[in-house]
């Protein structure tokens, strides 16, 4: 289905521009009136104001890079869908996966039907599982599997 595959190339994209610290094409795949909830609970909304968040973070210090698992698309209506994702965090420069850094990622997109999709919102959660470490294992071996197949 062609809208499942714009919906997962814009996570991807998403992952991409993040990891290659770049604020304004981050910002871009977002609608204008797009909203993040970063990892942190920080809060930025519409693009100018995602991108000024992001240049400061971009800047400062080196980024981990995020690696991601798409786990759910779904049409949620004519012009409207929603990505489900795991993500997990490198620190630069290595090849291991940072535990305490894992997250649950939700994107609401919408489309105006050209095939072309936009972020609506980007929630990026922490995924510590509180009181269940097997559960925080259980993602990082998930996460490693995907890291060794790309």
Excluded: C
């Amino acid at each position: 289905m062609v809208w499942r595959d714009g919906l997962e190339d814009l996570y991807q994209a998403l992952l991409s521009a993040w990891n290659e610290r770049d604020a304004v094409a981050y910002a871009n795949l977002f609608s204008e009136d797009g909203s993040i909830v970063g990892f942190d609970g920080s809060m930025a909304n519409g693009r100018s104001e995602i991108e000024a968040h992001l240049k400061p973070i971009f800047t400062d210090h080196p980024t981990a890079r995020y690696v991601g698992k798409v786990r759910e698309v779904r049409e949620l209506g004519a012009g409207a869908g929603l990505v489900r994702a795991v993500a997990g965090m490198m620190p630069p420069g290595k090849t291991y996966l940072m535990p305490d850094r894992h997250a649950v990622q939700t994107i609401v997109a919408s489309s105006s039907g050209s095939g072309s999709w936009q972020i609506e919102m980007f929630q990026n959660t922490p995924a510590r599982f509180d009181g269940r470490p097997q559960e925080v294992d259980r993602l990082t071996r998930e996460l490693e599997t995907k890291l060794q197949n790309t």
